[in-house]
């Protein structure tokens, strides 16, 4: 739950083309702050200090709405109906047939071209008796981008002591459908704009992970980490073994992978990334059973953020907390099927501390 201490400020931030007014949320609680817009649950900045309390900006983002809403690289964005890659568009769900948008060469990334990063949330700041939080909610009809079901989705931001940004998704549908909810915040623990994350130093608590095709669909192997440039079981910088003559890093340009987090129940430690200069840290927590790391391999400076900077190549990294890609169509991946009567549930922790 959010801290006493949280206060959450409301601002406009700016219209959408139909004339809706989008707004801006600042979350303050200690030391960090972060601001949130409906539009698309967008995380716009997180506001941390270093061990030497200098504060910097750790996400990469954008100064307005209209920015936003021309983005194809996701900032910050609360994805849905399904998080990541669904093979050529298709998948089958008790006998039936489905045909999505093919928006990532022959696969539907990221829920399509419509999905709920595109899509203005209602959003209502809650008071309760240990502090605000944010609550964004979206109602998606029965076949958009073309998903069965009527899904009604819900989010709540709440930043809590110690540094803790919580995520808590849920969903209810009316027919059986397939839902995979994360967020696509894109961080540089350095600062957004201050260069490449490449001496970065990352920990998976994963043993395996899921390799893909040239498409970036996972053939159905979980792969040991042993013994490849995915071992991050120990603290590694992220540049250390990304050129390393691997056919994994060849496909993606880097990382972008699935990595298979060690089970477990409830809340648990997923990654923890340390920038050594400042001494920030990231620890992302989560009740997934996925974790996918993008190591900014298609970012080529043609964007100019917040600061005025442009962001390059892997000048960011991503830890998007979610059930694995293609899973509708991997009967052996973990489900993620919803069915009326049921309720999804994920919640994913980012705690930004120093060391």
């Given at each position: 739950?959010?801290?006493?201490?949280?206060?959450?400020?409301?601002?406009?931030?700016?219209?959408?083309?139909?004339?809706r007014?989008?707004?801006?949320?600042?979350?303050?609680?200690?030391?960090?702050?972060?601001?949130?817009?409906?539009?698309?649950?967008?995380?716009?900045?997180?506001?941390?200090?270093?061990?030497?309390?200098k504060?910097?900006?750790?996400?990469?983002g954008?100064?307005?709405?209209?920015?936003?809403?021309?983005?194809?690289?996701?900032?910050?964005?609360?994805?849905?109906?399904?998080?990541?890659?669904?093979?050529?568009?298709?998948?089958?769900?008790?006998?039936?047939?489905?045909?999505?948008?093919?928006?990532?060469?022959?696969?539907?990334?990221?829920?399509?071209?419509g999905?709920?990063?595109?899509?203005l949330?209602?959003?209502?700041?809650?008071?309760?008796?240990?502090?605000?939080?944010?609550?964004?909610?979206?109602?998606?009809?029965?076949?958009?981008?073309?998903?069965?079901?009527?899904?009604?989705?819900?989010?709540?931001?709440?930043?809590?002591?110690?540094?803790?940004?919580?995520?808590?998704?849920?969903?209810?549908?009316?027919?059986?459908t397939?839902?995979?909810?994360?967020?696509?915040?894109?961080?540089?623990?350095?600062?957004?704009?201050?260069?490449?994350?490449?001496?970065?130093?990352?920990?998976?608590e994963?043993?395996?992970?899921?390799?893909?095709?040239?498409?970036?669909?996972?053939?159905?192997?979980?792969?040991?980490?042993?013994?490849?440039p995915?071992?991050?079981?120990?603290?590694?910088?992220?540049?250390?073994?990304?050129?390393?003559?691997?056919?994994?890093?060849?496909?993606?340009?880097?990382?972008?992978?699935?990595?298979?987090?060690?089970?477990?129940?409830?809340?648990?430690?997923?990654?923890?990334?340390?920038?050594?200069?400042?001494?920030?840290?990231?620890?992302?927590?989560?009740?997934?059973?996925?974790?996918?790391f993008?190591?900014?391999?298609?970012?080529?400076?043609?964007?100019?953020?917040?600061?005025?900077?442009?962001?390059?190549?892997r000048?960011?990294?991503?830890?998007?907390?979610?059930?694995?890609?293609?899973?509708?169509?991997?009967?052996?991946?973990?489900?993620?099927?919803?069915?009326?009567?049921?309720?999804?549930?994920?919640?994913?922790?980012?705690?930004?501390?120093?060391?």
């Amino acid at each position: 739950m959010a801290s006493a201490g949280t206060r959450i400020e409301t601002q406009p931030f700016g219209k959408m083309a139909d004339g809706r007014a989008a707004q801006i949320y600042t979350l303050h609680n200690g030391a960090v702050t972060v601001r949130i817009t409906n539009y698309g649950g967008r995380i716009v900045s997180v506001l941390a200090p270093d061990h030497s309390g200098k504060t910097a900006d750790v996400v990469l983002g954008f100064s307005t709405l209209e920015e936003y809403l021309k983005d194809a690289s996701f900032q910050g964005a609360l994805i849905g109906r399904y998080g990541n890659r669904i093979a050529k568009g298709q998948f089958s769900l008790d006998g039936h047939a489905y045909s999505l948008p093919r928006n990532n060469g022959e696969n539907h990334l990221h829920g399509g071209p419509g999905g709920f990063y595109t899509k203005l949330w209602t959003p209502t700041v809650r008071h309760e008796k240990d502090g605000d939080a944010l609550e964004l909610t979206y109602t998606s009809p029965d076949g958009e981008e073309g998903y069965p079901g009527t899904l009604q989705a819900k989010v709540v931001y709440s930043l809590e002591d110690g540094g803790r940004l919580r995520l808590d998704y849920s969903a209810t549908t009316d027919k059986p459908t397939v839902v995979n909810l994360t967020n696509h915040a894109y961080f540089n623990l350095a600062g957004e704009g201050s260069g490449d994350i490449l001496g970065q130093e990352m920990q998976v608590e994963a043993d395996k992970f899921t390799p893909v095709d040239e498409t970036l669909i996972p053939t159905g192997e979980l792969k040991a980490v042993a013994g490849t440039p995915f071992d991050f079981t120990k603290a590694t910088a992220i540049g250390a073994r990304i050129g390393a003559p691997d056919p994994q890093l060849t496909i993606g340009k880097g990382y972008d992978h699935n990595f298979v987090l060690r089970a477990g129940t409830g809340l648990r430690l997923a990654a923890r990334v340390t920038e050594p200069r400042g001494g920030r840290v990231l620890e992302v927590l989560t009740t997934e059973p996925g974790l996918q790391f993008y190591s900014g391999n298609f970012l080529d400076g043609s964007l100019k953020g917040k600061s005025g900077k442009p962001y390059a190549f892997r000048s960011a990294f991503c830890v998007e907390a979610q059930h694995f890609p293609d899973s509708p169509n991997q009967p052996s991946f973990p489900s993620v099927v919803l069915k009326p009567g049921e309720t999804y549930r994920q919640t994913t922790v980012y705690r930004f501390t120093t060391r």
